[in-house]
């Protein structure tokens, strides 16, 4: 199963990926917008379940074989005409789980979501396991606020949130009570001024990957999990990058590792790729590097991880992946939406 960055969705036969990914590294350099990419790929079965969250605190569900199948050069069909969505409201977060029938699968999963204004839920994958068709509520969403992200973990995750002004906190998922699905959660990080916002959530379980991060003038830096201490969920954080004008504000927080790729887009529509392996592991503390050159009038719209493109191959072979839509600029969005239309 794969989605690309603007929000195309198809399931492909296995045999047929591994045709497209042989034959070395392709194009490089920089693309625009039109041409989009794969940006989460999933194995799956047909009758695991994909759950896809929206910012207003909606869910939905599909079960795998329900997604349009599409060979490796079709472009799949947009996920806005695939589930009952609201017009204004927006695919922030998707999830590939096991059989949501399977009792001890669901009792011993759960969903961690974060929202824009610093909130934080966790719930019992098995209060998600009864499929309407209009979906149904997975969060209660205050006024001015909008779901950011959804990741499914066993409920003993590391979790971080990183906001825009270049703080970071982490903390312990075990330390955050499941709650039920229409709560709004509680506070998991504070918001430097009224300005402020998360700009995304990873759960690691993996201790040995890296914290990336990446500001909007195409500053970033590569750091090790243990250099962001455990704190209690709530506080302000601890710095992950100087902001400064030069740097501009952060937009992406990743959790990476030598295998991961990143793509960088631009607002003016240009796609860099680059190897995480290419970043040397600096401290928490440091200003970071320069990683892409960036004309004063242009910026960072979105940072995506991806499978290093040598290793796509070999990835189709095992893990999955569980997906939250990348750190989009939301007028750059609109705008996008309605070049598509």
């Known amino acids: ?34 041409e989009d990419f794969l940006e989460h790929l999933f194995v799956g079965t047909n009758h ?6 929206t910012q207003k605190g909606k869910v939905f569900w599909m079960r795998v074989y329900e997604i349009p199948e599409g060979g490796k050069n079709t472009k799949g069909r947009a996920m806005q005409n695939l ?25 011993s999963h759960y969903v961690i979501m974060a929202t824009k204004k610093g909130q934080v839920k966790k719930t019992s994958l098995e209060q998600y396991s009864r499929p309407r068709t209009n979906g149904i509520n997975a969060i209660t969403i205050k006024e001015g606020d909008e779901l950011l992200e959804a990741k499914l973990t066993t409920g003993d995750s590391q979790v971080m949130l990183a906001l825009a002004s270049g703080k970071s906190i982490r903390f312990e998922e075990a330390k955050t009570r499941p709650m039920g699905r229409t709560a709004s959660g509680v506070r998991g990080i504070t918001l430097q001024h009224e300005n402020d916002e998360v700009i995304g959530m990873v759960a690691v379980n993996d201790m040995e990957s890296n914290i990336l ?31 400064s004008e030069k740097t501009g504000n952060l937009v992406a927080i990743k959790n990476v590792n030598d295998s991961n790729d990143l793509m960088i887009i631009n607002k003016s529509g240009l796609t860099i790729r680059m190897a995480v392996e290419d970043l040397r592991v600096m401290g928490r503390a440091t200003q970071g590097v320069r990683l892409i050159n960036i004309k004063d009038s242009d910026s960072i719209a979105a940072v995506a991880k991806v499978a290093h493109e040598e290793d796509v191959e070999e990835d189709l072979e095992g893990e999955t992946e569980d997906g939250t839509e990348i750190e989009n600029d939301s007028s750059e969005n609109e705008s996008n939406e309605n070049n598509e239309e």
């Open 83 to 107: 589930i009952n969505i609201e017009p204004d409201d927006k695919v922030k977060a998707f999830l590939v789980t096991q059989d949501l029938k399977d009792e001890e699968y669901i009792n």
């Open 48 to 53: 695991q379940y994909m759950m896809f969250f």
């Open 213 to 243: 991060v990446v500001s909007e003038k195409g500053f970033g830096k590569r750091s090790k999990l243990e250099d962001y201490r455990v704190t209690n969920r709530g506080g302000k954080g601890v710095k992950t990058l100087n902001i």
């Open 1 to 34: 199963v794969t989605i690309s960055n603007a929000g195309y969705l198809k399931r492909t036969n296995l045999e047929e990926y591994k045709v497209q990914f042989r034959g070395g590294r392709g194009q490089k350099g920089a693309t625009t917008r039109n």
